[in-house]
């Protein structure tokens, strides 16, 4: 079953206008799309997503609402330029819901679940050249715990990378499950009667494979550029360090430059862009909480352009 994050909040907080230009950075299984374009009669969405099984279903699914939309087979660090390539260099309005989406966790073949044995994959793109088979099996020690650790938070990193690349001496560590009996055998046995406990180094390998936290803080600053004025940024995250990096944008954009911090009268130029619509990060209600446990970790976060 597919559930979007937050979906009322989202929609509120973008503040659609009928005849608006709005972009879907990360379309998935189109939940947010849908409901943006029956908002949005008169203007246009454009919606990119890197994962074509995603692509394929939403644009089915869409083609029975509306014709006011455009999917884009990209990553939303492109958004800009793709965006200039159809001569459209503004926009009222984006919207980022990070991460995975339910069906690519679900779906068995894709290889980014612990609870189904199928190959070490993990890609978003399926052409993209990196999947968890090459980070397994060809990182360096020192690198892989260092993923698991920042990435996943695993406090047993060290013992699971050294674990991965004991096996890989024997035979390439090839499907998820073996994986999975690695991770195990690296933490004492208390800890692995943890509902998941390769759910860390699982998230992990993942946000490596899709260079999730690399390309986030590019991605968010050029899509602002393109913001008109009145134009808002929601941006839902699902991990604390991709929350730091929007926390962080956000707040470098949104507050006067330190250089001139002290000035009686702060020259127009040096002005925010910006403002925070809130100055905390929105968490999903006890309602949605209950009926998506998916969400829990989840955190939206909001931006207006002001001038
Ligand atoms: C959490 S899901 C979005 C769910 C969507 N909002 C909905 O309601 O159905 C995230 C989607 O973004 C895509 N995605 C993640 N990172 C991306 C990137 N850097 N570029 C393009 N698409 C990306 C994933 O393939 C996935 O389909």
Redesign the pocket.
């Known amino acids: 079953m597919?559930?979007?994050?937050m979906?009322k909040e989202?929609i509120e907080s973008l503040q659609l206008k009928d005849d608006g230009i709005y972009v879907?950075?990360?379309?998935?299984?189109?939940?947010?799309?849908?409901e943006i374009l029956k908002r949005v009669k008169r203007g246009f969405i454009f919606a990119?997503?890197?994962?074509m099984?995603?692509i394929l279903y939403?644009q089915e699914k869409l083609e029975q609402i509306a014709n006011n939309f455009l999917i884009i087979?990209?990553?939303?660090?492109?958004v800009k330029e793709e965006l200039e390539k159809r001569n459209v260099f503004n926009i009222d309005g984006i919207?980022?819901?990070?991460?995975?989406?339910?069906?690519?966790l679900d779906n068995k073949d894709r290889g980014f679940s612990y609870r189904f044995n199928s190959k070490l994959d993990m890609r978003?793109?399926k052409t993209a050249f990196l999947s968890a088979y090459e980070v397994v099996n060809n990182y360096q020690e020192n690198d892989l715990a260092r993923i698991i650790f920042q990435y996943g938070e695993e406090k047993y990193a060290k013992n699971i990378a050294k674990n991965i690349v004991r096996e890989r001496t024997i035979k390439p560590i090839e499907t998820t499950f073996e994986l999975v009996e690695i991770i195990k055998k690296s933490m004492p046995k208390k800890d692995t009667f943890d509902k998941n406990p390769a759910r860390r180094t699982f998230q992990a390998i993942r946000i490596e494979v899709?260079?999730?936290l690399d390309?986030?803080e590019d991605?968010l600053k050029k899509a602002l550029s393109l913001l008109n004025i009145g134009g808002r940024m929601v941006v839902?995250t699902?991990h604390s360090l991709e929350d730091r990096i929007v926390k962080n944008v956000f707040k470098e954009v949104s507050e006067v430059d330190k250089l001139v911090k002290g000035l009686p009268e702060i020259p127009d130029a040096y002005l925010p862009k910006f403002k925070l619509v809130e100055k905390k990060a929105i968490s999903p209600s006890d309602f949605e909480l209950l009926e998506n446990r998916r969400s829990r970790s989840s955190h939206m976060r909001v931006i207006e352009r002001i001038r």
């Open positions: 597919h559930y979007s994050v979906l989202v879907d950075a990360t379309l998935g299984y189109a939940g947010h799309t849908r990119f997503d890197q994962d099984d995603a939403s087979k990209s990553n939303f660090l492109y919207l980022f819901d990070l991460g995975v989406s339910s069906p690519q978003m793109d899709n260079h999730e390309i986030l991605s839902i699902f």
